[in-house]
């Protein structure tokens, strides 16, 4: 009897066996629509074109804030008229871009400039877990400035935004190529 017990539990162990397989890694898969650009509806001592999608949101000064709600996200607009303050405006600038150089991995800046249109401004890219992602300026160096920063209403992790800092870095770009100064 007990060879009988013994041959069950050897067949039980034996035909039971399944090979486990991990499972496979997921990539996330987000799908933005185009991009349709219209002007900005409010009047401002400078015009550009912003994504039909966002919200503009009033602020004193002729400040904005240019929201993403599906994104949670926001893009802050200040502007400061230029009053021989030009350096200044820069150095501040760059001192809250350079803010976030204890959470930031790398700090990467692109230079713009339109001779035509008298638009000039620089671009930072700053990657990790900094608590803006996208930062830039633009002026025509005599009159306007304008300092942007783009802002998630979450915890910053770098890897699970970044698909939207890339797609809100193309409306980014547009603002830049599309903004004139209004006299």
Not at 118 to 132: D, K, P, Q
Request: net charge positive; proline share 4%; charged share 25%.
């Amino acid at each position: 009897m007990a060879k009988f017990y013994l041959f069950i539990i050897i067949i039980l162990c034996l035909s039971c066996k399944e090979d486990t397989l991990p499972k496979p890694k997921a990539f996330l898969n987000l799908e933005y629509e185009e991009t349709v650009y219209h002007g900005l509806p409010l009047k401002r001592p400078y015009f550009f074109e912003t994504s039909k999608t966002v919200k503009i949101k009033n602020a004193p000064k002729n400040w904005l804030k240019i929201e993403y709600p599906a994104l949670k996200a926001s893009i802050d607009i200040t502007y400061r008229k230029i009053d021989g303050n030009l350096r200044e405006l820069l150095i501040e600038s760059e001192k809250l871009v350079f803010k976030h150089t204890i959470k930031a991995e790398q700090i990467s800046s692109n230079d713009y400039s339109n001779n035509q249109k008298r638009v000039f401004g620089t671009l930072y890219e700053i990657t990790g877990n900094a608590a803006s992602q996208i930062q830039f300026h633009i002026t025509d160096s005599t009159d306007h400035f304008i300092k942007g920063a783009l802002y998630f209403k979450t915890k910053p992790n770098y890897d699970s935004i970044l698909p939207a800092v890339n797609f809100i870095k193309k409306d980014i770009l547009h603002l830049m190529e599309t903004i004139r100064w209004e006299k």
